[in-house]
């Protein structure tokens, strides 16, 4: 898929890739999703799906956080208070730990609530609000959002198909 340049096209980007990301989460039974049997996103360790989806959804509220925080006239730690673009596998842990012992189908309502305001915001910004300008570096709000919703969404969606022909042999 392109790289989004307009809002129309950021939507599709977020709704398909979330789709299909969903129909495969929906997919792994609830008894396998805490299973750390998964690569993590920091070298050497691994990852459960339901760290998996924590992670999607820390990456989510994280872009939520950038929005309010903009729309408030507030600095923006980017990408999150105490970590650096270098850090993002300590991050990635972080994101694990704070949604850890959720059930998996709570981890999935609140992915899916967090998407949903994701979208929400998009909608209520136009075409130069999100692409016209520069917002972070040289990145528009429009490309960051991206970066951070459509793009992981389709990553998570390779590493659930690699986790599914493992299990698929074991059902």
């Known amino acids: 898929?392109?790289?989004?340049?307009?809002?129309?096209?950021?939507?599709a980007a977020i709704n398909s890739n979330f789709d299909k990301l969903l129909a495969e989460l929906r997919a792994v039974p609830e008894?396998?999703?805490?299973?750390?049997?998964?690569?993590?996103?920091?070298?050497?360790?691994r990852m459960s799906v339901c760290d998996l989806t924590a992670y999607l959804i820390g990456w989510n509220e994280l872009v939520l956080k950038w929005l309010d925080r903009d729309a408030k006239g507030q600095p923006i730690d980017f990408p999150d208070t105490g970590f650096q673009w270098n850090e993002l596998g300590k991050l990635a842990q972080r994101f694990y730990r704070d949604y850890k012992g959720v059930l998996y189908p709570d981890l999935l309502d609140r992915l899916q609530?967090?998407?949903?305001?994701?979208?929400?915001?998009?909608?209520?910004r136009n075409d130069a609000e999100?692409?016209?300008?520069?917002w972070y570096g040289k990145w528009t709000?429009?490309?960051?959002?991206?970066?951070?919703?459509?793009?992981p969404y389709a990553n998570a969606r390779t590493r659930l198909r690699k986790h599914a022909k493992v299990h698929a042999g074991k059902r």
């Open 130 to 134: 999100l692409y016209g300008q520069a």
């Open 31 to 45: 008894d396998e999703a805490a299973t750390a049997d998964m690569e993590g996103h920091a070298k050497g360790t």
């Open 1 to 11: 898929m392109a790289v989004p340049q307009n809002k129309a096209a950021l939507l």
């Open 141 to 151: 709000i429009g490309r960051m959002i991206q970066f951070n919703t459509a793009s």
């Open 113 to 124: 609530a967090a998407k949903a305001r994701t979208v929400s915001l998009i909608e209520a």
